[in-house]
C-alpha cells in the first residue's frame, strides 16, 4: 500500500493522481448536495451539426465519439480519470524510472487508451439515460408548444440545445431551426413546434412568428 502511494505522488504521476483527487472531490459534493451534478456540463452539438456531415474538427468529433453528446460530461470524465490512473499505477511494472521523464511521455498514449475504455465502458449507459430522459419528457406537459430557452447560439441549420423550465428539475431537449435561415442566439426563447421523432429533435419558430401565427389563426376562426 505505501509503495503504491508513493508511485503516486511521484513525479509525473501527480497529474493523475491529482485529476482522480478532483473527481473524487466532485463526486462527494455532489453526494452531499453542495453543487449539482450537470454543473460542469456544456453543450457539445451547439458548436457543431454531428448529423450534418460538416467539417467539426478532430477535437470536437472527439469528443461527440465519447459520448459526451449523449451522456453527462462529468460521468464520462471520471471513468476516463479513473482507467487513467489505474495505467499510471501499473507504469511501475515497466523498466522505468516511476515519475520519470519517460512515465510522464508515456501518460500522453495512456490517456488516450483511458479515453478509449471508458467509450467502451460507458456506451451501455447511453440507454439508460436516454430512457430516463425519455421519462422525464412524458411527465408533465407535452414538449411541442412549450416556450424553450436557448443553451446556445443556432445558425446554418445545427444542432443545439434548450431548456424548458418545469416544477422541480427543468430539461434539456436537442433543437433546430424550422427555418434554417434563422439565427438564434444563446439566451434566447423560441417557440417549440414539431418533433422529428427519429432523430429526437424538435424543431423551433421565433416568438414574434408564434405570435404573428395566434394571430392569424385567430382571426381565421372569427371568419
Not at 46 to 74: C, Q, T, V
Request: glycine share 8%; with cysteine.
Amino acid at each position: 500500500m505505501s509503495e503504491l502511494l508513493d508511485n503516486a505522488f511521484r513525479g509525473a504521476n501527480i497529474i493523475p493522481t491529482f485529476l482522480l483527487g478532483f473527481v473524487l472531490f466532485y463526486w462527494l459534493t455532489v453526494i452531499i448536495g453542495v453543487i449539482d451534478f450537470d454543473l460542469f456540463d456544456f453543450d457539445i452539438d451547439g458548436d457543431f451539426d454531428i448529423d450534418g456531415g460538416a467539417d467539426i474538427g478532430p477535437f470536437h468529433a472527439f469528443l461527440a465519439f465519447l459520448n459526451l453528446s449523449e451522456l453527462p460530461f462529468m460521468l464520462v470524465f471520471s471513468v476516463i480519470i479513473l482507467v487513467f490512473w489505474i495505467i499510471a499505477m501499473f507504469m511501475f511494472l515497466l523498466p522505468i524510472t516511476p515519475g520519470g521523464l519517460t512515465n510522464g511521455l508515456l501518460l500522453i498514449p495512456a490517456f488516450i487508451v483511458s479515453s478509449l475504455i471508458a467509450k467502451i465502458i460507458t456506451n451501455p449507459l447511453k440507454k439508460i439515460f436516454k430512457k430516463v430522459y425519455q421519462e422525464e419528457l412524458n411527465q408533465g406537459e407535452p414538449i411541442i408548444g412549450q416556450i424553450v430557452t436557448l443553451m446556445c447560439d443556432l445558425k446554418d441549420g445545427r444542432l443545439g440545445q434548450g431548456e424548458i423550465k418545469r416544477e422541480g428539475a427543468s430539461i434539456l431537449i436537442n433543437v433546430k431551426q424550422y427555418d434554417e435561415d434563422e439565427t438564434f442566439i444563446k439566451g434566447e426563447e423560441a417557440y417549440v413546434t414539431k418533433k422529428n421523432d427519429e432523430k429526437n429533435v424538435y424543431y423551433i419558430i421565433k416568438i414574434k412568428e408564434w405570435i404573428i401565427w395566434r394571430i392569424q389563426h385567430k382571426f381565421y376562426c372569427l371568419a
